[in-house]
């Protein structure tokens, strides 16, 4: 397999320079930094502190993604070079001056409170981690300051964390929408359910994503039975002992929301051992892996993108274009974790073109229950009095094209918003429960 | 039945991974009284160095059958490259401080590894899977394992009985534990104690190493995984008494079948219960259960 391996940079070029290695590595003991500012000079510019894992096991299939998509649209923003709607330079007049930090931190507060008070940044747009998003939601609040959520999945932070949001928004649909649709998808498709089990991460992003998934089987099949549920600790890597777990309890279905490396490694360990063959899986971030992973990933799996995102995302100006720039710049398409980036850039410009502002309040007034189109289609602010987003999802199942050597997605189904997302003012868990209520699936 | 086979395999796989990635650490700590933090940074570049000549080898096509010298070659290569650019660059001119100061200075050279890895190779993820894909599957009372992981298994018993017969049957592991138990009388003896230090620490190293690069081809390697390595070692060496090659050994075996255990008995307490081991160890044998004997200088 040709894709088995991603070379970044050459072995010996790399080691030519010494003094630039240690330099670097120097550079790298400090637990965050700040790139230089990339605006362009002009009259008027909106500093923006943008977030993401610059470093860690999570840098590579999410951190990097969502900063190279932040580069690309902040370019295109301040050119106008994005397709209209947006052919406007800037937001509301002003060009995004913007200021990269590293989530990987064991201190995201005091990284997030400097960039309010040293960087003076006007807004924050950042927070892959679900942990991350449930310490800085506080504190954004407290702050005072804008700060857009455009990744992380618990639907605890407008649920418990932050009940009465003014400064908080997250332009992505949360976890349960990922997990009731992976349900959905899976009763659509006529599989065998009658035992499920799951292999989450075990912190809050694994841990709704399984109690909404497993209470959504249970409402939608009743007689749904539960294997067995493994939680392995975060970033572990070795799941032999889980793995044997799953083959031993024999469930019809296995759910995994796993990402990263953590994803990558169960889909090697798992492929390896025949769980793919006894038990239909479905991994609800697989998107992020199937094209790192080609002919390695099992036909058949069942794959999300934690909302109409990459090879899920509608056709469209704007999808095309994005798709062709990113491709043109990296040389890799676009992964979910660029498309929401993305999404939140263009959510944030909607909303100060509309409001004809880049001031924090004008912003916040108009960015409260916006809808606009992303590169994914249509986004609206529509839980959590307007700050937390739903859209339309799709699941697939996975095919590798032997001809063209590509990963594909086949019978994709796509499910609209007000289905797979609570309605406004219901908690996830008591509407999965309750039996959906007010769900609207035609 | 079935699940008590299971704990057993799985426990005795974890046990290998975790030995092989460990026991380089004890072994540097036995010798040198260092603790070693930049162990994790070994670890790492031996799943980098052993992933991304997998990748290079198998993306000509080549048989996959010699991609099981390539793992060892690899480990050998950045063990013995990056044991002794730390240890003559850096450590050889803090023998003698103060443990806690050799903590810190091994943390900082685990940081620098750490971003010199990410310089190299990048930060997205490599996968090399095709060793372990190669021999296929046994069935253990209708378990499926990859024939992969028993290579795991036997290369820790291997490595394990080497360094026991090195150690206690050959002139120069002879003249180690002498290092180990006296290092200025070794000196006043004619024992080139540096040159033993030097080669404890590359020898560490390249274990180290070892412990990744056989490990590369189930994971994805990707930043950060060798601070997750450095957490688990502890615990292990720990367990067993920090500088003890059985110890270690012992500590494996109790942590991977209680880790195995637990995730077949008791999901919920897989991370608790490796610590719960540890604590119960400590609180009776507070230096591990083959702790070194000290001999104190009056």
Same mark, same amino acid.
């Given at each position: 397999?040709?894709?088995?391996?991603?070379?970044?940079?050459?072995?010996?070029?790399?080691?030519?320079?010494?003094?630039?290695?240690?330099?670097?590595?120097?550079?790298?003991?400090?637990?965050?930094?700040?790139?230089?500012?990339?605006?362009?000079?002009?009259?008027?510019?909106?500093?923006? #502190?943008? /977030?993401?894992?610059? !470093?860690?096991? &999570?840098?590579? @299939?999410?951190?990097?993604? *969502?900063?190279?998509?932040?580069? +690309?649209?902040?370019?295109?923003?301040?050119?106008?070079?994005?397709?209209?709607?947006?052919?406007?330079?800037?937001?509301?007049?002003?060009?995004?001056?913007?200021?990269?930090?590293?989530?990987?931190?064991?201190?995201?507060?005091?990284?997030?409170?400097?960039?309010?008070?040293?960087?003076?940044?006007?807004?924050?747009? #950042?927070? /892959?981690?679900?942990? !991350?998003?449930? &310490?800085?939601? @506080?504190?954004?609040?407290? *702050?005072?300051?804008?700060?857009? +959520?455009?990744?992380?999945?618990?639907?605890?932070?407008?649920?418990?964390?932050?009940?009465?949001?003014?400064?908080?928004?997250?332009?992505?649909?949360?976890?349960?929408?990922?997990?009731?649709?992976?349900?959905?998808?899976?009763?659509?498709?006529?599989?065998?359910?009658?035992?499920?089990?799951?292999?989450?991460?075990?912190?809050?992003?694994?841990?709704?994503?399984?109690?909404?998934?497993?209470?959504?089987?249970?409402?939608?099949?009743?007689?749904?039975?539960?294997?067995?549920?493994?939680?392995?600790?975060?970033?572990?890597?070795?799941?032999?002992?889980?793995?044997?777990?799953?083959?031993?309890?024999?469930?019809?279905?296995?759910?995994?929301?796993?990402?990263?490396?953590?994803?990558?490694?169960?889909?090697?360990?798992?492929?390896?051992?025949?769980?793919?063959?006894?038990?239909?899986?479905?991994?609800?971030?697989?998107?992020?892996?199937?094209?790192?992973?080609?002919?390695?990933?099992?036909?058949?799996?069942?794959?999300?993108?934690?909302?109409?995102?990459?090879?899920?995302?509608?056709?469209?100006?704007?999808?095309?274009?994005?798709?062709?720039?990113?491709?043109?710049?990296?040389?890799?398409?676009?992964?979910?974790?660029?498309?929401?980036?993305?999404?939140?850039?263009?959510?944030?410009?909607?909303?100060?073109?509309?409001?004809?502002?880049?001031?924090?309040?004008?912003?916040?007034?108009?960015?409260?229950?916006?809808?606009?189109?992303?590169?994914?289609?249509?986004?609206?602010?529509?839980?959590?009095?307007?700050?937390?987003?739903?859209?339309?999802?799709?699941?697939?199942?996975?095919?590798?094209?032997?001809?063209?050597?590509?990963?594909?997605?086949?019978?994709?189904?796509?499910?609209?918003?007000?289905?797979?997302?609570?309605?406004?003012?219901?908690?996830?868990?008591?509407?999965?429960?309750?039996?959906?209520?007010?769900?609207?699936?035609? | 039945?079935?699940?008590?086979?299971?704990?057993?395999?799985?426990?005795?796989?974890?046990?290998?991974?975790?030995?092989?990635?460990?026991?380089?650490?004890?072994?540097?700590?036995?010798?040198?009284?260092?603790?070693?933090?930049?162990?994790?940074?070994?670890?790492?570049?031996?799943?980098?160095?052993?992933?991304?000549?997998?990748?290079?080898?198998?993306?000509?096509?080549?048989?996959?059958?010699?991609?099981?010298?390539?793992?060892?070659?690899?480990?050998?290569?950045?063990?013995?490259?990056?044991?002794?650019?730390?240890?003559?660059?850096?450590?050889?001119?803090?023998?003698?401080?103060?443990?806690?100061?050799?903590?810190?200075?091994?943390?900082?050279?685990?940081?620098?590894?750490?971003?010199?890895?990410?310089?190299?190779?990048?930060?997205?993820?490599?996968?090399?899977?095709?060793?372990?894909?190669?021999?296929?599957?046994?069935?253990?009372?209708?378990?499926?394992?990859?024939?992969?992981?028993?290579?795991?298994?036997?290369?820790?018993?291997?490595?394990?009985?080497?360094?026991?017969?090195?150690?206690?049957?050959?002139?120069?592991?002879?003249?180690?534990?002498?290092?180990?138990?006296?290092?200025?009388?070794?000196?006043?003896?004619?024992?080139?104690?540096?040159?033993?230090?030097?080669?404890?620490?590359?020898?560490?190293?390249?274990?180290?190493?070892?412990?990744?690069?056989?490990?590369?081809?189930?994971?994805?390697?990707?930043?950060?995984?060798?601070?997750?390595?450095?957490?688990?070692?502890?615990?292990?060496?720990?367990?067993?008494?920090?500088?003890?090659?059985?110890?270690?050994?012992?500590?494996?075996?109790?942590?991977?079948?209680?880790?195995?255990?637990?995730?077949?008995?008791?999901?919920?307490?897989?991370?608790?219960?490796?610590?719960?081991?540890?604590?119960?160890?400590?609180?009776?044998?507070?230096?591990?259960?083959?702790?070194?004997?000290?001999?104190?200088?009056?």
């Amino acid at each position: 397999m040709n894709n088995s391996v991603r070379k970044k940079a050459p072995f010996g070029a790399a080691l030519d320079n010494t003094t630039s290695l240690f330099a670097a590595a120097a550079i790298g003991l400090m637990t965050t930094f700040a790139a230089p500012s990339e605006a362009q000079a002009q009259d008027s510019s909106v500093k923006v #502190g943008f /977030v993401t894992f610059l !470093s860690g096991s &999570a840098a590579g @299939p999410f951190g990097v993604p *969502a900063r190279n998509a932040a580069e +690309l649209m902040i370019e295109a923003i301040n050119a106008g070079a994005v397709p209209g709607p947006y052919n406007t330079a800037g937001i509301g007049g002003s060009m995004i001056d913007p200021i990269f930090v590293d989530e990987n931190s064991k201190q995201k507060n005091a990284d997030y409170l400097k960039l309010v008070e040293k960087d003076g940044v006007e807004m924050i747009i #950042g927070y /892959v981690s679900s942990g !991350s998003c449930k &310490a800085i939601a @506080p504190e954004a609040e407290k *702050a005072e300051r804008l700060t857009i +959520l455009f990744d992380c999945g618990t639907p605890q932070i407008f649920e418990e964390i932050v009940t009465d949001p003014k400064y908080t928004f997250r332009t992505g649909g949360h976890a349960t929408m990922d997990s009731v649709a992976a349900a959905r998808y899976l009763v659509a498709t006529g599989a065998p359910a009658g035992t499920i089990a799951g292999i989450n991460q075990n912190y809050a992003f694994g841990q709704d994503n399984w109690r909404d998934f497993s209470g959504t089987m249970a409402q939608l099949s009743s007689d749904t039975e539960i294997a067995t549920e493994q939680f392995p600790k975060i970033h572990s890597g070795q799941y032999g002992s889980e793995i044997s777990a799953l083959l031993t309890s024999t469930p019809d279905v296995v759910h995994s929301s796993f990402w990263g490396g953590d994803l990558e490694a169960f889909i090697i360990q798992g492929s390896a051992r025949g769980i793919f063959e006894r038990s239909k899986v479905i991994l609800s971030a697989g998107e992020t892996a199937m094209h790192r992973l080609g002919a390695q990933m099992p036909d058949g799996t069942i794959i999300g993108a934690r909302g109409p995102h990459g090879d899920l995302a509608p056709d469209s100006e704007l999808n095309s274009w994005f798709r062709k720039a990113y491709f043109d710049r990296f040389g890799t398409l676009p992964t979910y974790p660029s498309y929401k980036m993305a999404q939140a850039l263009l959510g944030v410009k909607a909303a100060a073109d509309k409001a004809g502002s880049s001031d924090q309040d004008a912003i916040i007034g108009a960015l409260t229950g916006l809808e606009w189109e992303g590169p994914s289609g249509t986004v609206s602010m529509a839980l959590a009095n307007g700050h937390q987003a739903i859209q339309g999802t799709a699941y697939g199942t996975y095919k590798y094209d032997k001809d063209t050597s590509s990963a594909t997605l086949v019978d994709i189904i796509h499910f609209p918003a007000e289905c797979v997302n609570p309605p406004a003012g219901a908690n996830s868990i008591d509407w999965i429960n309750g039996g959906f209520e007010g769900a609207k699936c035609d | 039945m079935l699940t008590a086979v299971a704990i057993a395999v799985d426990g005795l796989g974890f046990a290998a991974w975790l030995f092989l990635s460990s026991v380089g650490l004890t072994l540097i700590y036995g010798v040198m009284r260092i603790l070693n933090m930049a162990h994790g940074g070994f670890y790492a570049l031996g799943a980098y160095s052993s992933a991304w000549a997998i990748g290079l080898y198998t993306a000509t096509g080549s048989t996959v059958a010699f991609t099981f010298l390539l793992i060892p070659l690899a480990a050998l290569i950045a063990g013995v490259i990056a044991g002794l650019v730390v240890e003559r660059g850096i450590l050889r001119f803090m023998y003698g401080r103060d443990e806690v100061l050799m903590v810190l200075v091994t943390y900082a050279i685990f940081l620098i590894l750490e971003d010199a890895t990410k310089l190299i190779w990048g930060t997205d993820s490599y996968v090399a899977w095709q060793p372990a894909f190669y021999f296929g599957t046994v069935e253990v009372f209708g378990i499926p394992y990859t024939v992969y992981k028993f290579l795991i298994i036997g290369t820790a018993i291997a490595v394990g009985l080497a360094l026991f017969y090195a150690l206690n049957r050959t002139r120069i592991g002879k003249l180690l534990l002498v290092v180990i138990e006296d290092r200025e009388i070794s000196g006043a003896l004619g024992i080139n104690v540096t040159l033993f230090f030097t080669a404890t620490f590359v020898l560490g190293a390249v274990l180290g190493a070892l412990g990744g690069a056989i490990t590369a081809p189930e994971i994805s390697v990707s930043p950060g995984i060798g601070a997750e390595i450095i957490v688990l070692s502890f615990a292990v060496i720990v367990i067993g008494g920090m500088g003890s090659i059985g110890g270690a050994m012992l500590g494996a075996l109790i942590v991977g079948f209680a880790r195995a255990a637990s995730v077949h008995l008791y999901p919920p307490a897989e991370l608790f219960s490796i610590y719960l081991v540890m604590a119960a160890v400590l609180a009776v044998k507070p230096y591990g259960l083959f702790a070194l004997a000290e001999s104190r200088k009056i």
